[in-house]
């Protein structure tokens, strides 16, 4: 579940998702959003692209997130 991929630990295993288990609005609007020309994402940095750090000036991209982006950047 979401829930689960939010408490997983740095560097476990993700879940297999199985798309025949998605709610059929969902799978519409993935199959939509998989057709646009142009889709924006957005993330958040602190915690989410980065480890959480004490001093927000010293936060940095964890390792292999830049790699991920540039991917999903394509």
Not at 17 to 42: E, F, Q, Y
Not at 52 to 72: I, K, N, Q, Y
Request: glycine content about 6%.
């Amino acid at each position: 579940t979401a829930d689960d991929a939010l408490s997983r630990p740095p560097g476990a295993p993700e879940a297999h998702l199985d798309p025949a288990h998605l709610d059929p609005a969902l799978r519409a609007a993935l199959d939509a959003a998989a057709g646009a020309a142009h889709l924006v994402v957005a993330s958040d940095f602190d915690g989410t692209l980065s480890p959480f750090v004490d001093d927000p000036s010293t936060s940095r991209l964890a390792p292999g997130a830049r790699e991920l982006l540039d991917a999903l950047a394509g």
